[in-house]
């Protein structure tokens, strides 16, 4: 495997071209690709967000993983578990309570079987059996869809050893006020959503758990070019649920997402 920009690659020929059709098709049958993009061999899995472009801006400040361990919660498809691994970490878990994305995982996996990668099909509740376990913990895309995000961040903290790093990143309300929205169904298409945080307000929130020397590491706002229908997802998708100010057509402000990072105190 190799990481071009951010993108996983795994170079190689299949046995026979039954082996190649039995890739594409599984891959098709596991539609819709939420995290991507993966090139398998000669197989572009084109997915609905461009995860590698996430990947990169968090990239540059991240510490050296070598010999680390390391977990993804809510890891989807495991996404980032390839260029974590590919960065030396001793071992990466990722978890996520969802068959399909595990199904996912497998088939790209298989073109990698030695890497020192573990998917666990549970939710967040499962780090509650690794207590002191890991010295970085990703948490992406998740705080907001659950009623209690502050139960989330305890969970994380307790599973981080001492001097570990929490790294934050989700959708926020682009203000410096100290608030929170609570939008009623979906928000730019999301589903699922609880609460939208400001940036201001979920640095609070980490500070109220117990995280130390928290900042910003980065805010954008989200592009079309980033999240967008593909082949391999091809659900409606951004663009379908903005205005042409930005706002989202269930009446909310521009989608935003920041991340944070914060330590656990030694």
């Known amino acids: 495997m190799e990481i071009h920009s951010g993108i996983p690659i795994f170079k190689g020929t299949y046995s026979d071209a ?11 049958e596991l539609i819709p690709w939420r995290k991507g993009p993966f090139q398998l061999e000669d197989l572009y899995i084109d997915a609905e967000w461009r995860s590698d472009k996430k990947w990169n801006r968090l990239k ?3 510490p050296p993983f070598q010999g680390k361990l390391v977990a993804d919660v809510g890891c989807n498809n495991g996404y980032y578990l390839f260029p974590i691994a590919h960065e030396g970490a001793k071992k990466v878990h990722g978890f996520d309570p969802t068959f399909k994305y595990m199904l996912q995982y497998e088939l790209v996996r298989s073109h990698a079987p030695k890497l020192p990668i573990e998917f666990t099909c549970e939710g967040w509740e499962a780090l509650y ?3 002191q376990t ?9 705080n907001y869809h659950a009623p209690n995000p502050l139960e989330i961040f305890h969970a994380c903290k307790n599973s981080l ?26 928000y730019a298409g999301i589903g699922g959503v609880y609460a939208i945080p400001s940036p201001t307000m979920l640095s609070m929130q980490l500070a109220s758990v117990g995280f130390k020397k928290i900042h ?5 706002k ?9 082949i391999f997802s091809p659900q409606p998708s951004l663009a379908n649920f903005l205005n042409e100010d930005g706002s989202s057509t269930e009446g909310y402000p521009p989608l935003y997402r920041a991340a944070y990072f914060a330590t656990k105190e030694e």
């Open 60 to 62: 540059k400040d991240l």
């Open 18 to 28: 039954a082996s190649r059709e039995k890739t594409e098709m599984l891959a098709r």
């Open 129 to 131: 059996r690794y207590p």
């Open 222 to 230: 989200m592009e079309t070019a980033e999240q967008r229908s593909t």
């Open 216 to 220: 910003q590491q980065h805010l954008v």
């Open 161 to 186: 050893k001492a001097g570990g790093l929490f790294v934050c990143e989700g959708v926020v309300v682009n203000t410096q006020a100290n608030l929170e929205i609570f939008p009623r169904g979906k």
């Open 134 to 142: 890991f010295d970085v913990i990703f948490l992406m895309g998740l």
